[in-house]
């Protein structure tokens, strides 16, 4: 399986599609992690060496914020009914932690014209001056909003700032050495070559996400920085119950929740936090057992609790503009040469 992957990747970054990154798999719980292509692809060619880190994007989404969330409910600081006004200054009621998680609050995807927001106090104010649309609670919308909120609610319970937390409470208990929401900035993998009134330049370091960068890159809805191997360990402990949640809490979180058609006509299916295959997905058959998550700067996560299964791709295919972000028919490929790899073993 590993050598077709790569056989894909390879493909991907001779085709222009992405320009390089690394990969994690974790199969009968042996870790195997790989890299290919291209660290940077702007005025000069440089090739990866593993050692890289990578801008999650969303997939700190799961990785960092759905498990604090949890560990706060396991400690009997939080419920998934908690209403959000209880603990931040936003301009509604009847929104809860359970909404949040699934998506189907009814807030916004995004705040309008984040390339502009210049300072952590703009943004804030944008965001708890946020309304929901009444008509849509309940109707699945990818909302960064909802996580960013997520972010907020957890220092204001944990009294801690979201990295000093997930450091505590995730990163160290794991092992993930190289992940973090302040990486080193000669070990990241560059992204996007920004040009806003804000910043403009290189993303070296500093996450690609607007809204996340106007909070000094520390956020509920992106920000963490991370390798294939700590991702690898990440979903080696969930699978093996040996994770920094409870076997049941791991259950809980994996339950599918909804499954529905977004605002735009589009399929999906949400646990709390993570995205699950939906029926006409070509993972249906595993559709159950399966968590998933994707983030926008090309990377992709997979866990299979029942096949004790994983695999991570991190890449910077927006790099050097987003415009040149093919990854998406390859990330298809991998995904059905993972699924013969299952079928082979029924």
């Not at 992405?18 to 994690?24: A, E, I, M, N, R």
């Not at 993972?283 to 299964?309: Q, S, V, W």
């Amino acid at each position: 399986m590993e050598k077709q992957i790569k056989e894909i990747l390879l493909r991907g970054v001779l085709n222009k599609a992405f320009p390089g990154g690394q990969y994690g798999i974790l199969e009968n719980g042996v870790i195997t992690t790989g890299h290919f292509g291209y660290k940077e692809n702007l005025d000069e060619q440089i090739e990866t060496t593993g050692s890289e880190v990578y801008d999650i994007a969303s997939l700190s989404k799961v990785v960092s914020t759905t498990i604090l969330i949890f560990k706060l409910i396991e400690t009997g600081k939080l419920k998934l009914d908690t209403q959000i006004h209880d603990y931040l200054p936003v301009a509604f009621k009847g929104i809860t932690v359970y909404d949040l998680l699934t998506h189907t609050s009814g807030l916004d995807a995004d705040i309008k014209k984040a390339n502009l927001l210049e300072s952590r106090e703009e943004l804030l104010e944008k965001l708890f001056q946020s309304q929901p649309d009444q008509s849509k609670k309940g109707t699945i919308v990818y909302s960064d909003i909802g996580f960013m909120l997520l972010g907020l609610l957890i220092e204001k319970i944990s009294e801690k700032t979201l990295d000093v937390y997930a450091k505590e409470v995730i990163f160290d208990p794991l092992n993930m050495r190289n992940t973090s929401y302040h990486p080193n900035i000669h070990d990241a993998a560059p992204t996007e070559y920004r040009t806003s009134p804000v910043f403009t330049g290189l993303l070296r370091g500093k996450v690609h996400d607007e809204k996340s960068f106007a909070l000094n890159g520390v956020s509920g809805h992106a920000g963490v920085f991370s390798t294939a191997y700590d991702l690898s360990l990440f979903m080696k402990a969930l699978v093996e119950d040996r994770f920094v949640l409870n076997k049941e809490t791991v259950e809980l979180m994996s339950l599918s929740q909804i499954e529905g058609l977004n605002q735009f006509g589009v399929l999906k299916h949400r646990a709390l936090g993570y995205e699950k295959p939906t029926k006409e997905s070509v993972f249906k058959a595993y559709r159950m057992a399966m968590i998933t998550h994707t983030g926008f700067t090309g990377c992709h996560l997979i866990i299979n609790k029942e096949k004790k299964f994983g695999f991570v791709l991190l890449t910077n295919a927006v790099h050097p503009k987003r415009e040149n972000n093919q990854i998406f028919s390859y990330r298809d490929e991998i995904s059905n040469v993972i699924l013969e790899k299952w079928e082979e073993t029924k």
